[in-house]
């Protein structure tokens, strides 16, 4: 194990580096190979939250990057019914977490891969752990994000996502937490966006008939703005929201006496939004059906944020 990385961590660096080798001591030794992370459990209680947070259950498949000795899997399965694979590249801990998995009795749904989590495909998952360094989830962030479905959830253990802000973010007790002084732990929490820069458009009524409906959208992860524009008129955005496949606008018209607000919500799928809409003016509320096509396609602007290629600690 690198010394070098626990630098400034202090004693409690130390206590961990002694929990982590009692443990692996009870494996076969072979490959001791982690990556650029070094093998730190997660406390059993962070692990607990983190899955409630990300609302784990059984039609859910989770895959943990750098696996450890596989507890956020085998809780998965064995506490919440559901499917998944972890990954570690240290062999030992492979073993350990595939005999973990049988004592648990939950082998067949819980399985440990001796694998580099830059090369396992994810695309299957619909819950993904971390427990890795801040640069390194920088750097599998691209991963992330262009292989994991939209409105997939990601957990991490104490640290974040750099520019893409956590949807959800806290701080617990870990007593039990074998690195750092103040027994705390952070746990992020996000939701992985589908793409909606560009053009989208629609009809729905405006002034007694039907109108186009124009909305350019800019993204910037799971942050989106725009403009719309009703009938050639442009329309004031109150509300943007996108979590996932989810998307909300709320928007009025006020063209003179015909003021319309407009409510909308959809699901984006295959370059199209299905859902509803609310419109109301002064002569009442309507009810309908909102379908939106998108008409121009533009990469979000996170897509060309460059994260670091390898982490600064190991140059
Ligand atoms: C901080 S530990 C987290 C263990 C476990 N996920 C937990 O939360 O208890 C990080 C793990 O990632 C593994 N690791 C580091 N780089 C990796 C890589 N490129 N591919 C697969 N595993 C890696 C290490 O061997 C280590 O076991």
């Known amino acids: ?34 990556g650029d992370t070094p093998y730190v459990q997660t406390p059993q209680n962070v692990v607990d939250k983190m899955l409630e947070i990300a609302g784990v259950g059984p039609r859910d498949y989770v895959i943990d990057l750098g696996s450890g000795d596989g507890r956020m899997i085998i809780t ?18 492979v073993v350990l977490a595939n005999k973990l998995a049988a004592k648990a009795g939950v082998a067949d749904r819980a399985v440990f891969y001796q694998r580099d989590l830059y090369k396992t495909d994810i695309s299957r998952a619909t819950v993904v752990t971390i427990y890795l360094l801040p640069e390194v989830n920088l750097m599998v962030r691209p991963k992330l994000l262009a292989t994991l479905k939209p409105g997939t959830r990601i957990v991490s253990h104490d640290y974040d996502m750099g520019e893409w802000t956590p949807d959800l973010s806290l701080v617990l007790d870990a007593p039990d937490k074998p690195v750092g002084r103040d027994f705390k732990s952070k ?64 928007a009025s018209v006020n063209d003179g006496e015909a003021a319309l607000r407009y409510e909308l919500s959809g699901r984006i799928a295959n370059g199209r939004i299905e859902g509803q809409a609310r419109v109301s003016g002064n002569r009442g509320a309507q009810q309908l059906a909102w379908k939106a096509t998108r008409t121009e396609f533009i990469e979000p602007a996170h897509t060309a944020l460059k994260p670091p290629s390898y982490p600064s600690y190991q140059q």
């Open 1 to 34: 194990m690198n010394r070098t990385l626990f630098a400034g961590k202090g004693a409690g660096a130390w206590r961990a580096y002694v929990l982590a080798a009692a443990l692996l001591a009870a494996v076969p030794a072979s490959s001791e190979d982690y």
């Open 76 to 93: 998965a399965a064995k506490k919440y019914g559901a499917r998944g694979f972890g990954v570690d590249l240290d062999k030992r801990l």
């Open 187 to 250: 746990v992020f929490y996000w939701v992985v966006p589908a793409k909606v820069s560009g053009k989208w458009r629609w009809r729905l009524p405006a002034a007694g008939k039907s109108e186009d409906s124009e909305l350019t959208l800019n993204q910037m992860f799971q942050k989106i703005d725009g403009t719309l524009t009703v009938g050639g008129r442009g329309a004031r955005i109150e509300e943007l929201k996108l979590s996932g496949t989810s998307i909300s606008l709320a």
